[in-house]
């Protein structure tokens, strides 16, 4: 048994199911563009009846004490079905308040576990009894209840933002990507509560949870977005054919499939590494996030390619996909300022091999 099976004890397919038979039943894709909501409220609030918010956390507070493989699953069934409502900023901040011993630590830590807080999580520079600055694009950032402040300065602690107090400003922001709610913060001389865990232990907790998060986001988004590409190559007929049946795009689909079992091989084996903080799991995740964006960026482009120009069309829904996958392509840092982040390291241990 590895030190991750070790961990858990509910099984990682039977989460999957849940989630799927939760999603397939609260969420409609298409409403973002209609008359419905995307910023997900209902969604969460079914989440915390079902227990997720309790899964990482540790026994002895209260939790189900699983590692964060047990959330993998629930990531990747909220990508397939493009799901409205955000739970990486929540899980992240668990992740590091389960390490404080503040007494404003200990009190959110508690309202977490229960459901009754949903946080959203920024970097800054230095904090202060109260804050005046602006968040442009928060995701989730309507729902949250709590602002978590990750003090770039290492050895500078942590602070808490109650987002329902004076000061505290949330303005929707519209982008291409309906499927998910974004919101600008604007915080005026509002009261900062401070933990006792500093940036340099939070910021790499949080950054590692959240790009594990999108990579598994994407990984769900892609393979159903190109599951359903498949069945329409299937039954789309040109010249008296299937399309399905033109070697170039079998080709094309082939291709596409290969990348995505490994951008998943990555993932998994950085969902490992930061479940039990071993080597260099920071870097994992960072790569698996970027490996399984690329990949849904490019099938969902291709996606829409492949169904010869009325992808774009509200006929089908694969230009949905590829909406979600250029929004997360930039989410948490654009590719080319996470690979600057990272690439001092993954070099300096690449040498080291030599």
Not at 152 to 171: F, H
Request: with cysteine.
């Amino acid at each position: 048994m590895s030190g991750v099976d070790a961990m858990n004890t509910i099984d990682q397919e039977e989460l999957r199911d849940a989630a799927r038979r939760l999603l397939t039943d609260k969420v409609d894709r298409r409403a973002p563009w209609g008359e419905g909501e995307a910023d997900g409220r209902a969604l969460v609030r079914d989440m915390v009846e079902l227990g997720w918010h309790l899964l990482t956390a540790p026994e002895e507070l209260g939790g189900l004490g699983q590692s964060f493989t047990a959330l993998a699953p629930i990531y990747e069934e909220m990508g397939r079905a493009l799901a409205p409502a955000t739970l990486a900023d929540t899980m992240a901040a668990l992740d590091v308040i389960s390490l404080d011993d503040s007494v404003a630590g200990a009190a959110l830590r508690d309202r977490l576990i229960e459901g009754s807080a949903h946080i959203v999580v920024a970097e800054c520079g230095s904090l202060g009894p109260r804050i005046d600055t602006t968040f442009p694009l928060l995701e989730g950032g309507l729902a949250a209840t709590h602002l978590l402040l990750l003090p770039t300065a290492a050895e500078e602690s942590c602070g808490i933002v109650d987002l329902g107090r004076e000061g505290v400003t949330a303005t929707p922001v519209e982008t291409w990507d309906r499927s998910r709610s974004f919101a600008e913060l604007a915080l005026h001389d509002a009261p900062c509560e401070r933990l006792q865990v500093t940036g340099g232990v939070a910021i790499p907790l949080v950054r590692a949870h959240k790009d594990l998060a999108m990579a598994w986001d994407s990984l769900g988004a892609a393979r159903r977005s190109l599951d359903e590409t498949v069945t329409y190559m299937g039954t789309r007929q040109q010249f008296g054919r299937p399309i399905g049946s033109f070697q170039a795009l079998k080709h094309r689909a082939a291709d596409h499939k290969v990348t995505l079992e490994l951008a998943r091989a990555l993932a998994v084996h950085a969902s490992q590494a930061y479940a039990l903080r071993d080597g260099a799991w920071s870097d994992l995740a960072a790569q698996a996030r970027l490996l399984a964006t690329d990949a849904f960026h490019a099938i969902t482009e291709d996606s829409v390619q492949m169904h010869g120009g009325i992808g774009f069309t509200w006929e089908f829904d694969c230009h949905l996909f590829l909406k979600r996958a250029l929004m997360s392509d930039i989410l948490n840092g654009a590719p080319e300022l996470v690979r600057d982040r990272i690439s001092s390291s993954v070099i300096a241990r690449a040498l080291r091999r030599e």
